[in-house]
């Protein structure tokens, strides 16, 4: 199971800070990601995190603004996201597989979404 927070309204260049908690697999063991979905679009990849947090991948789009961290010790993974844009607004997902991939099919496990919107 993995249970999103922390969406919410911020104006243009405000900043949010999503929690991702998940239970059931040994968290440590598998790789996570965030991925968003904006209305009429599809679901796409922001940001991945090896199982120890020892690499990072981020969308071009989200690059420089976004941070995406980890700590096993409390299953929960993080995505601090920084100088927000209208064009971020979507429902994002976090995901869980054995490695990080840029497609959503390579994750088997995934949250309910929370909603970012932001305002310009």
């Known amino acids: 199971l993995l249970v999103e927070s922390g969406g919410g309204l911020v104006p243009a260049g405000g900043s949010l800070s999503l929690s991702c908690a998940a239970s059931?697999?040994?968290?440590?063991?598998?790789?996570m990601a965030w991925f968003r979905q904006a209305p009429g679009k599809e679901r796409e990849f922001v940001a991945g995190?090896?199982?120890?947090?020892?690499?990072?991948y981020y969308a071009d789009s989200v690059k420089g603004r976004f941070t995406i961290s980890r700590d096993n010790a409390k299953n929960t993974m993080f995505l601090q996201m920084n100088g927000l844009k209208p064009e971020d607004t979507a429902v994002y997902y976090c995901?869980?597989?054995?490695?990080?991939?840029?497609?959503?099919?390579?994750?088997?496990?995934w949250g309910q979404g929370t909603q970012v919107t932001v305002s310009s």
């Open positions: 995190i090896s199982w120890n947090g020892g690499r990072t």
């Open positions: 995901a869980r597989g054995p490695r990080v991939g840029a497609t959503q099919y390579e994750y088997n496990d």
């Open positions: 059931g697999r040994t968290f440590s063991s598998y790789a």
